[in-house]
């Protein structure tokens, strides 16, 4: 089985420039998540999706961002136009079910998006 | 305040030492704990997960979580160099189902 994948593994892009990372999740897989590490700092939480739904999306930094999962299978997220503080590793992951009772299965995460801001 | 805290280290031990990795948490809403690895340019990998107070052992690794005090532990025994890896904590408050709080990861080194 497939596990997440992300694309591309490196981007170096100048300020001002738009930049879409792309995330496969595990098929069959109706949770995605995004995260993003910046260099020193901890793993931070930006937007869940359930199927093409967008769960919770309180960790998205401003509106320079901008996540879709159209059809529920792969997820993009865009940033434009990108600044300096926009560097780091964008990870995504997935889970079969998010369950009730604040339960939650296993997230998968895939190898990240190196993405440098110049 | 971090709501988790994790020493980055770099921790060094020599190969079959007992390694202790710990976290500490301010937000008695979380419920859920789990250890991830992280090996170099790869993602997290769940290594234990635990609900509750109280020890969860795997083989070589022991999870101890201590409600009370907000402190969570990783113990790997007999440790190797392919344990070499940055390990995190990870937490789940019970109100939201999914979103992980991350510590910020301590970085091991097993040496032969």
């Known amino acids: 089985e497939a596990g997440v994948t992300q694309f591309p593994s490196h981007s170096v892009i100048e300020k001002g420039q738009t930049v879409t990372l792309r995330c496969d999740p595990i098929s069959g897989h109706d949770n995605l998540y995004w995260y993003r590490r910046v260099m020193g700092k901890e793993i931070k939480f930006l937007l869940h999706?359930?199927?093409?739904?967008?769960?919770?999306e309180s960790g998205m930094p401003n509106n320079r961002f901008l996540a879709e999962r159209t059809g529920g299978t792969y997820s993009t997220l865009k940033v434009q136009p990108a600044e300096l503080e926009d560097s780091g590793v964008y990870f995504c992951?997935?889970?079969?079910?998010?369950?009730?009772?604040?339960?939650?299965?296993?997230?998968?995460f895939g190898p990240g998006t190196r993405l440098t801001v110049l | 305040q971090k709501e988790v805290e994790q020493d980055p280290g770099p921790l060094s031990v020599p190969e079959g030492a007992i390694v202790s990795l710990n976290c500490t948490y301010s937000n008695s809403a979380f419920q859920y704990f789990m250890w991830y690895r992280q090996y170099s340019r790869k993602g997290p990998e769940l290594l234990m997960y635990?609900?509750?107070?109280g020890n969860k052992e795997d083989g070589r690794f022991t999870a101890q979580v201590d409600k009370s005090s907000k402190y969570i532990s990783l113990f790997i025994r007999d440790s190797q160099p392919s344990d070499s890896a940055t390990y995190l904590c990870a937490m789940i408050r019970g109100s939201t189902l999914g979103r992980l709080y991350f510590g910020r990861g301590t970085q091991l080194t097993v040496w032969p």
């Open positions: 992951a997935s889970s079969q079910v998010a369950l009730p009772g604040g339960k939650t299965d296993t997230q998968y």
């Open positions: 635990t609900y509750s107070s």
């Open positions: 999706f359930v199927k093409e739904s967008k769960q919770d």
